[in-house]
């Protein structure tokens, strides 16, 4: 209660001394931000996004109760302070005063709700409206654990019993059993808040083409396939440490450019845009240069190109067996074993990714340095396959279905070859990624790429959500991993409030989990960005460029 | 005339209602559920049922088939999954970026085409012949992404002359090598065509009398040998327009333009059966009225061509 | 376009009745034109390369050279690997090499697909009249109201993966509707033939007929289309893969190669996308002028050029 109060204060302290460190140089106001879109965005709406396109625009115009600072630690957002009850049930939240809903947005056009401040009744119908069975939200299952959730899903009940404003600024949510990640669920970007008026103006389909929310950032113009154009919201609430109002951008344009690739690294050299991410090719013009530090944990190197930075990113990419289909443990330890992820890194990914050791990526709480996991062993993988009764007379046939993506493509054929190598025909099958996730969570394939990037920083949301027997299917665990053991301390830890404790249980569920060897381990993600030399203030998040908020980034220009 | 339009339009419905029937069932059969995708990775089955029973993706296949032709004859082609808009306003939102860069390959692919094609004509056999005739040749094989590329490679990066790639608010620049790649291939079959059937003209018979008879090379050129070589000219413009709507899909992917062909590509990678089947449903109807306009043409230019 | 066509179909029905004359004729005409020849010998040439691949192929096109030294990643072109090397050190010449067989056979199948159901389609329709004509003729204006390459890419996502058999079926599925006009052209034009009647009246069977003086006919028109739309579908495959729409890896066929190295183009290791996109352009320029050549050969007027 205090202790966790403490603790983000001292985050936010530390916060403020990093920019502080990196603005040297006072701030200038003005100017556009020209950024890369992958692809039309489907939401602007945070209540119906499930993707990082969506989520990378929204994180401008929405907000949240907390967020993540760049270095993962959480910190107040919209509120400013929260206290947990005793049990680990109650959650109050105290809101910060003088935030505004965006006043007016498109091209200066009032909105409904006429900028006026945001209230915990504001979250109150927030939190009824994504949960709203009508709305069928794909993210409302998140907080499941409100109280009163099923009530209200199933018809018993016409709001939300868990969710209640004390006062005007003080907002008090009720959960029926202790999770502890939840404040983290609550950093997830479909919780921002919502002016009612708004969305009951357009309505829910069309709210997602005119937004309105409380960021730094107002909805200028979506141009299909083209461009999304934000403004600068002159009423918003974040000042800079030296009471400097905030952006200091006077716009984003986020430019939508297929693929990435090639078009978008034309347009990044033509200044066109002032920031891009760099496939592989590119990487390593943009990483021979000067290797400086900005902040730790992170690497940036500086070249005639810009900065580049380079993060660890909480994800992890995998090869799922489908242990219902290939039932010898054996033969899945043998192909981890078969497979070398340095060399397979080095030479596809140009070394920008960690051999993955286990389940758990390095910026999730509860990462066991100590895990050795699988190393390259070609001898004891075909000793295994051996002892499970394949050799060069029957050699083990199998094929790996993954989702057509070039980058998946670039790694399956190395894997191929190295499979190959230890006696085992691996076979390719591509196809498009909802035939993927359809056959996969049925059991038909046997064995199948994925990759997961945590929506909290929490144990729970990779061994609980991706191994747990509670979750075969749609739900995560699309290996259908089944072990009691397992089980048990993944649940336990789910309800546990004492965080020692909890990384405990993990480790000791990691452990089973590699030895079991449900998946082929490949390697924990690292994310990226390359950015213009005049760009100032520029992080790059713990989740990844995705996430990244623009509010303190300024241009020298 | 009139009479033959009429006919003509009305032998186009059976076609539509088929062009409707095809573009339904094209997508009942497919695997893959499009809520599924709505739902990210980690989804949970009770929002995906109630997407699914949302979108009436649980109603028996014929009459999801009824209430598709009552709504599209309503010209209401549905919401799309992915992003919830009206069909046909996502439709409409890209007509115009692909309408300009169909017309500006058109009239730079006639344009160019059609002048290489007589200049080569007329100077049947020389250097610049062979030249024209080799750059045509390579103008129809190369592969369309890789001449796009190669061109932004040559003058945006190198030489700097292209400022940048996607829409640019309409600006013309823009326009260029999004144009130029399209219209390699109607450029370079438009010269060859142009060039036989300029060749096949001045040998017969009346344009050696109009020579005869001391009007200019110039007005025989034009007067007679053009205006014959005409008809195969406008054919091919009729097939490459269709062939273009195509080629447009590649093209739009290359430069980031926002037309019809990344629409179609997108929805395609998303199950986005809404406006795949709208697309297709409203291209074709565009081809149907298109080709119904060049049949009509055809009488326009050659009187030898009689209807009944 | 109906009208325009069938002024076309009755122009192509040559006024004496084929045979070795023609034939003769058009061979040596075919081998009077030198671009003709060209065509023939890169398309012959080709097919050789694609049988004996395996000889002439210095390397195993799926063999990756990278793992056991580093620097036979992206190697450039030098006498050891002529056409350099990609991303995990395949020899791009082998994989050329062998991508040959691919495209080759992506597109002598969909030729073969395209013919077999426009010959038959259009046959029926000519030969029947009636309902059956009706039915075929509206078939045919429907899948030919379809934008060639969206209906292509439609007909690919049907199914869950993609692979060169459906490739191949997809694009024949979409471009039979020509070959079956022309078909259904004959047949009409041959009706009324005098020397059909005569045939009929001396007793000769349908069969024969058919076999004696429709088929040849079509022959020599069908062969130029094939041999021109042979080099579209290479081009095509090339489109496909760019898209994320073809052949699976790691089968060597040139449109992978060309769209799996575009993002190289740039940062200076070109070889990957340029030497198979070469590949894509000889083959197409090889096809286009032996159908040119053909088509000028055997006297056949055609307004579909591709």
Known sequence: ?557 | ?308 | MHASVEAVAATATPEVVPGRSLWSDARRRFFRNKLAVLGLIIVVGLVLVAIFAPYIAPYDPLEQLAWEDFSKSLAPPSWEHPFGTDLYGRDIFSRVIYGTRISLSIALMAAVVTTAIGITLGALAGYFGGWVDSFITWLINVVWSFPFLLFVLAIITIFPEASLTIIFIAIGVVSWPDIARMTRGQFLAARENEYVEAAKAIGASDFIIIFRHILPNIIAPMLVQATLAMGSYIQLEASLSFLGFGVPPPTPSWGRMASEGQNYLFSGQWWWSIMPGIAIMVTVLGFNLLGDGLRDALDVRQQTDG
């Open chain 1, 1 to 557: 209660m205090l202790r966790r109060t403490t603790r983000l204060l001292l985050a936010l302290a530390l916060v403020a001394a990093m920019s502080g460190f990196a603005a040297a140089q006072a701030p200038k106001y003005g100017g556009i931000w020209y950024d890369a879109l992958p692809s039309n965005p489907p939401h602007l709406d945070p209540v119906f996004s499930t993707d990082t396109t969506s989520a990378e625009v929204e994180y401008q115009i929405f907000e949240t109760l907390l967020e993540y600072a760049p270095d993962g630690t959480l910190q107040p957002l919209l509120a400013e302070s929260y206290e947990v009850s005793e049990d680990g049930l109650t959650f109050t939240f105290h809101l910060r005063r003088g935030v505004h809903f965006h006043a007016t947005t498109e091209g200066g056009t009032p909105t409904a709700n006429g900028g006026r401040e945001v209230t915990a009744h504001d979250w109150v119908w927030t939190f009824n409206y994504i949960t709203d069975p009508k709305t069928n939200s794909p993210r409302a299952y998140f907080v499941d654990m409100i109280k009163g959730y099923e009530e209200y899903r199933n018809g018993e009940a016409d709001h939300l019993a868990g969710v209640r404003a004390l006062d005007d600024y003080t907002l008090q949510i009720e959960i029926t059993y202790p999770f502890a990640p939840f404040v983290q669920v609550l950093a997830y970007n479909t919780f921002s808040v919502l002016p009612r008026e708004d969305v009951e103006k357009w309505g829910t389909a069309d709210f997602n083409f005119h937004p309105v929310g409380t960021g730094p950032f107002k909805f200028e113009e979506w141009r299909q396939d083209d461009v999304i154009r934000l403004s600068r919201n002159e009423n918003y609430w974040m000042k800079d440490e030296d009471g400097n109002q905030l952006p200091y951008l006077d716009g984003i344009e986020f430019r939508i450019i297929p693929g990435g690739g090639a078009t978008e690294w034309a347009e990044y050299q033509l200044g066109n845009i002032y920031a891009t991410r760099v496939d592989d090719p590119y990487y390593r013009q943009v990483t021979a240069g000067k290797e400086t530090e900005i902040r730790p944990g992170v690497r940036t190197v500086e070249t005639q190109h810009g900065v580049f930075w380079e993060g660890p990113q909480p994800g992890v990419y995998y090869y799922g067996f489908n242990v219902e289909k290939i039932t010898d443990k054996r033969v899945r330890q043998a192909l981890n074993y078969a497979i070398n992820r340095e060399a397979l890194i080095n030479l596809v990914i140009n070394g920008r990714a960690l051999p993955a050791t286990g389940i758990l990526p390095p910026s999730i709480p509860g990462f066991n340095p100590d895990l050795e996991g699988y190393t390259y062993n070609p001898a004891k993988a075909r000793e295994l396959l051996a002892e499970a009764g394949y050799g060069p007379d029957n050699p083990l046939e199998l094929t790996l279905q993954y989702n057509t993506d070039p980058g998946h493509q670039r790694i399956a054929e190395a894997i191929q070859a190295q499979l190959k190598a230890v006696g085992v025909n691996l076979s390719l099958r591509e196809v498009e990624w909802g035939t993927h996730l359809d056959t996969t969570e049925r059991g038909e394939v046997p064995f199948f790429r994925l990759g997961w990037v945590a929506d909290y920083l929490d144990a729970d949301n990779f061994l609980y959500v991706l191994l747990h027997s509670d979750n075969i299917g749609p739900e995560g665990n699309y290996s259908r991993f089944n072990n009691p053991t397992f089980d048990m301390l993944t649940k336990a830890a789910r309800l546990s409030t004492d965080e020692e404790e909890r990384i405990r249980l993990y480790r000791e569920a990691e452990k089973i989990a590699v030895e079991e060897a449900p998946w082929l381990f490949i390697y924990f993600y690292t994310d990226h960005n390359l950015v213009k030399p005049f760009v100032r203030n520029y992080d790059l998040p713990a989740f990844g460029q995705y996430s990244n908020k623009f509010r303190n980034v300024w241009l020298d220009l």
């Open chain 2, 1 to 308: 005339m009139a009479r033959y339009a009429l006919r003509r339009i009305v032998e186009a419905i059976p076609v539509f209602l088929g062009v409707v029937l095809v573009v339904f069932l094209l997508y009942s059969v497919v695997p893959g559920d499009p809520a599924r995708l709505l739902a990210g990775q980690r989804g949970d089955p009770e929002t995906i049922a109630r997407i699914r029973a949302d979108w009436g993706l649980d109603r028996p296949l014929h009459e999801q088939f009824f209430s598709f032709v009552w709504s599209a004859i309503r010209f209401d082609l549905g919401r799309s999954y992915r992003n919830n808009m009206d069909v046909l306003d996502a439709i409409l939102l890209r007509v115009p970026a692909t309408l300009e860069l169909v017309v500006a390959s058109l009239l730079l692919g006639g344009v160019v085409g059609i002048s290489v094609g007589i200049i080569s004509a007329v100077r049947q056999n020389t250097f610049l012949d062979y030249l024209a005739m080799t750059g045509a040749v390579i103008g129809i094989s190369a592969p369309t992404f890789w001449i796009g590329l190669l061109l932004i490679l040559v003058f945006a990066l190198k030489l700097g002359w292209i400022p940048g790639m996607g829409y640019g608010d309409g600006r013309w620049i823009y326009l260029v090598l999004p144009a130029v790649t399209l219209a390699t291939r109607p450029m370079a079959l438009l010269a060859r065509i142009t060039r036989s059937a300029m060749l096949e003209t001045i040998r017969q018979d009346y344009i050696r009398t109009a020579r005869a008879k001391g009007l200019s090379e110039w007005a025989v050129t034009v007067k007679h040998a053009l205006r014959n070589a005409l008809i195969p000219v406008v054919t091919i413009l009729g097939t490459e327009t269709a062939a273009m709507l195509g080629g447009v899909v590649v093209t739009e992917t290359v430069f980031a333009w926002p037309g019809l062909g990344r629409l179609f590509v997108e929805a395609l990678t998303f199950r986005d059966y809404p406006i795949i089947r709208g697309q297709v449903l409203f291209l074709a109807t565009v081809f149907i009225v298109a080709n119904l306009i060049v049949d009509l043409s055809y009488a326009l230019f050659d009187p030898r061509i009689r209807y009944e």
